[in-house]
Antibody
Framework: QVQLVQSGAEVKKPGSSVKVSCRAS????????LSWVRQAPGQGLEWMGR????????NYAHNLLGRVTITADKSTSTAYMELSSLRSEDTAVYYC?????????????WGQGTLVTVS | DIQMTQSPSSLSASVGDRVTITCRAS??????LAWYQQKPGKAPKVLVY???RLESGVPSRFSGSRSGTDYTLTISSLQPEDFATYYC?????????FGQGSKLEIK
């Protein structure tokens, strides 16, 4: 059973950056891809991007290209999502979620979510 | 990007009803679709992947199907715990994209 534990809530000023962490336990880090999904207040789910730590390959949503960076530290089984040039529309709950590479695409395990407020 | 058009955006139903939610993809996706259930204040939970495969532990009243570029989630007999918001998501190609969501409320 994989557990994903995210860092705590953040309040940021417009124009600044935020970096959210997601530490995985209970599984083999190299067996998974890790996605970041966000949800603005009262809105739907938005996939932001994904990293496959085993090969360090990343993919991003086109509307966030240039502002979002996803990285992973295999030594600590932790993924990071950094979002820069923050604006009020980036206020959201940010989730990390994992998919087993042999069943890629099914986000089976989710973190508890991190609220980022831009104000 | 593949666009996912989900309908309806909201629906009301009663316990015991049969409910269907549909996602139409903007192109062929070869069954690369998952369905998620989300309850208020909680992270989403995967129900179905590969269009019709039930995630382990998900009740058999949930099912998924595909007809061309239309994908359907069916709940055969609604239970009180099924009232939630449902999302489809394609993973055929990056960027992965979610449907807009369907909020299922008690009638």
């Amino acid at each position: 059973q994989v557990q994903l534990v995210q860092s705590g809530a953040e309040v940021k000023k417009p124009g600044s950056s935020v970096k959210v962490s997601c530490r995985a336990s209970g599984g083999t880090f190299s067996d998974y891809g890790l996605s970041w999904v966000r949800q603005a207040p009262g809105q739907g789910l938005e996939w932001m991007g994904r990293i496959i730590p085993f090969v360090d390959i990343t993919n991003y949503a086109h509307n966030l290209l240039g502002r979002v960076t996803i990285t992973a530290d295999k030594s600590t089984s932790t993924a990071y999502m950094e979002l820069s040039s923050l604006r009020s529309e980036d206020t959201a709950v940010y989730y990390c979620a994992s998919d087993l590479l042999t069943a890629a695409g099914s986000l089976e395990y989710w973190g508890q979510g991190t609220l980022v407020t831009v104000s | 990007d593949i666009q996912m058009t989900q309908s309806p955006s909201s629906l009301s139903a009663s316990v015991g009803d049969r409910v269907t939610i549909t996602c139409r993809a903007s192109q062929d996706m070869s069954n690369s679709l998952a369905w998620y259930q989300q309850k208020p204040g909680k992270a989403p939970k995967v129900l179905v992947y590969a269009a019709s495969r039930l995630e382990s532990g998900v009740p058999s009243r949930f099912s998924g199907s595909r007809s061309g570029t239309d994908y359907t989630l069916t709940i055969s007999s609604l239970q009180p715990e099924d009232f939630a918001t449902y999302y489809c998501k394609q993973y055929y190609t990056t960027p992965w994209t979610f449907g807009q969501g369907s909020k299922l409320e008690i009638k």
